[in-house]
């Protein structure tokens, strides 16, 4: 029997409140937020060595900014009007050094496509869509339907079963008779929640057959049952921890 380890283990200074990956270069963004200190940073981590191209990297506006999307390695943020309106404004590129390569505070994000990120100028009025360089920031024609399609983004999220789908005995009695649940390689990938001495956790494990290759707790004492707790990108598994912990294992 193989035991699995994690392959990236990364720490981060706050709550992940966000992950995007960018699927052209096998990089994952993450959003992590400081309530305490108002204060949003942003990582960039390669998926296929482990690399962390950037981490607590911030832009000018500290609290009221956002992940939009990631396309080809760059990553592009937005700005909010306000604390209290969720209207995104500005788009700010960031490179994986995690410098600014360009920004256009008069454009917004609409969609990303096959092609890359589609924008608007708020300024014009109706709306009118432009495919624009992700490297420049620069126009480069107007919006396409058909050619601009979304693009495939690899990830593969778990089903809500009962625990009796495994038809076999789970290290822990399932809280709420529901599983999260997933099929790769062989592997049987299972998320649930258990409650004992007044306590509500939620788990991960692994099972390779009969036999578990690998377990963590995601959650201790928290208040109320998460949500999937994992999602499948290709071939890696991606979690958090404790809501500020990301971990990737290579399946």
Known sequence: MTMLFPFINEQLSGMIWRMEIDSLTDTI???????????VSFASIDLS??????????APERWLTGIEAGYDGILLLHNYQSE??????????????????????????????????????????????FLTDIKTGAMIRQYEPLIDIEPVNYITVPQILPPSYL??????????NIIHYLEHNNLRIVSLHSFNTGQLKQHLYIIDGTDL???????????????????MYKNSLIYIKNKSELKVLNL
């Open 29 to 39: 963004f993450l959003e992590i937020r400081n309530s305490e200190d108002k204060n």
């Open 49 to 58: 060595n482990g690399k962390t191209n950037f981490n607590n990297v911030s």
């Open 84 to 129: 209290q309106a969720p209207v995104h404004k500005g788009v700010i590129a960031i490179d994986n050094k995690g410098t600014i390569c360009w920004s256009n505070y008069t454009y917004a994000f609409d969609h990303l496509t096959v092609n890359g990120p589609v924008l608007y100028n708020v300024q014009i009025q109706p709306k009118k869509l």
């Open 167 to 176: 038809n076999q005995d789970l290290p822990i009695e399932p809280h709420g």
């Open 213 to 231: 290759v690998y377990e963590d707790l995601l959650n201790a004492d928290i208040q109320k049952m998460q949500p999937e707790s994992f999602i």
